[in-house]
């Protein structure tokens, strides 16, 4: 099957599932990618020999042979194609060894568009390799403002340094395309940058993950797993929100850094890697330490450079620009015209303190594209949250009232008739739309884990969103 969009680039899609290959050639047309398919090595090998590819994605599991030998035979035969693996949900196993095969990245099923979206804009990247180093790091971190200026300043200087990079910053600044963007242009750009979530692994698993395990270490350990360090190994390990590790895996890992080797789970000798590690959080990291939640050992160790990514309202002079730049790309995914962003609609976000930084941003414009029916984007269209104050760090022992959103009921004020039906309930609401925003930002907008952090069913977050017009 071969999808014709007129685009320069093409892609290969290996997959023994019609579904899944249909649901990519779908994505990556809207993206402007011609799509070749194929359901099986031997076909995939046919397209290949015919054809040179932006892009290979190809499945774990084919009819006559592992996607693993098809990621190693297009490192060795076509070294200029990016190809990722696609593996089942939580299967670091396939992962980290596609990774060892040459894979640039991998994606689990079900596929996440986001996350393939950014997949392939990554691959983009690598093919347009030609480029110079300096052109891509201001394409990706785009930005005229001082803050923005210096930051891609310290990014060349400390991507020439094996040095762990500590990045802060708040939630959806692009935390992770900063880590990429040092590994990109770092010695070590052509081996391979392994990115993990910390919170996402559960705490037993935790060691196994990292380090590895051998035959039969603990039940269920059927073969010897290499670790996300071994799969780093020659490359970047990127630690997302590493203030979720618990301090027993905080030991280890201080540990793994210092000796620069790891023991996998079960082994009688330690393996050595050479891993640059970056870290990422949107926390207060040196707040955790004093609260005794985070090794100060271990903070000295990855903070040895420490980045800061600005919040989108400490860049107000990108604003415009970053908001074009994102609606061409959401243009060009749609297959449409490039809206424009009318006046109103640019003084509105202005005026908007953005909790939730770029990703907000790139979340607003393109609800804001899917509702508007002409090429003119207004104030209406952008359908903005109304801003919301910061929720206390700790409970006050005086009782206080948390701040209020402008133009919201202070109890404070009410007269003896006014606090009837009415007062208590919007005061209430206001508290409840606060901890449900915080808890979204705070869980990267997934609704799923935001319901377990609130003690609440997924149904009725769901309930409270439309009940408390939250989009």
Same mark, same amino acid.
């Given at each position: ?189 052509? $081996?391979?940058? @392994? *990115? ?6 559960? &705490?037993? !698993?935790? +060691?196994?993950? /990292?380090? %590895? ?121 749609? $297959?449409?015209? @490039? *809206? ?6 640019? &003084?509105? !976000?202005? +005026?908007?303190? /953005?909790? %939730? ?115």
């Amino acid at each position: 099957m071969v999808q014709h969009t007129g685009a320069q680039h093409s892609a290969l899609i290996v997959d023994d599932e019609r579904d899944i290959r249909e649901l990519l050639v779908m994505a990556l047309g809207r993206m402007g990618l011609r799509c070749d398919t194929a359901s099986s090595l031997a076909e995939a090998r046919g397209h290949l020999a015919r054809e040179r590819y932006a892009l290979c994605l190809t499945d774990m599991r084919l009819p006559d042979g592992s996607g693993i030998d098809l990621v190693a035979e297009i490192s060795a035969r076509h070294p200029n194609t990016p190809v990722a693996m696609i593996t089942a949900f939580g299967n670091v196993d396939a992962a980290v060894e596609a990774l060892k095969a040459g894979a640039f990245d991998f994606v689990a099923k079900p596929v996440d568009l986001n996350v393939l979206r950014d997949l392939v804009r990554h691959a983009l990247d690598l093919h347009k390799g030609r480029r110079s180093t300096r052109d891509t790091v201001a394409e990706r971190l785009y930005g005229r403002s001082p803050a923005m200026t210096v930051l891609r300043d310290t990014i060349a200087k400390v991507a020439r340094s094996q040095a762990p990079v500590y990045i802060a910053g708040e939630s959806g600044v692009g935390k992770e395309l900063v880590a990429r963007t040092i590994h990109s242009e770092s010695p070590r750009a052509r $081996g391979p940058f @392994v *990115p993990v979530n910390c919170g996402a692994i559960p &705490a037993e !698993l935790m +060691e196994s993950e /990292f380090f %590895g395990h051998k035959k039969g270490s603990f039940t269920g350990a059927h073969a010897d797993k290499p670790g996300l360090f071994q799969a780093a190994d020659g490359g970047t390990l990127f630690l997302d929100e590493v203030a979720e590790l618990p301090l027993p895996m905080q030991v280890k890992l201080l540990r793994a850094i210092q000796e620069k080797s790891v023991r996998p789970v079960g082994a009688n000798v330690e393996v050595p890697v050479d891993v640059r590690i970056l870290s990422a959080t949107h926390k207060d990291l040196a707040a955790l330490v004093a609260e005794g939640r985070f090794r100060q050992d271990l903070y000295y160790r990855i903070n040895v450079i420490e980045l800061r990514v600005p919040p989108l309202r400490e860049r107000q002079e990108d604003l415009a620009g970053l908001a074009e730049r994102i609606l061409e790309r959401l243009a060009l995914q749609q $297959g449409r015209a @490039v *809206p424009r962003l009318g006046e109103d609609a640019l &003084a509105a !976000l202005r +005026e908007y303190p /953005f909790p %939730g930084n770029v990703r907000e941003l790139e979340n607003i414009l393109e609800r804001a594209m899917a509702l508007s029916d002409g090429n003119e984007l207004t104030a209406a269209d952008l359908r903005l949250p109304r801003p919301l104050a910061p929720l206390p760090t700790a409970a006050p022992s005086p009782p206080t009232h948390p701040t209020l959103k402008p133009g919201a009921v202070d109890p404070r004020t009410l007269s003896p008739r006014d606090t009837g039906t009415s007062a208590l309930p919007s005061f209430i609401e206001e508290i409840e739309r606060a901890a449900i925003v915080q808890a979204l930002q705070e869980n990267r907008y997934n609704k799923t884990k935001t319901a377990a952090a609130l003690g609440i069913t997924f149904r009725a977050l769901r309930y409270k969103l439309k009940k408390l017009g939250i989009e």
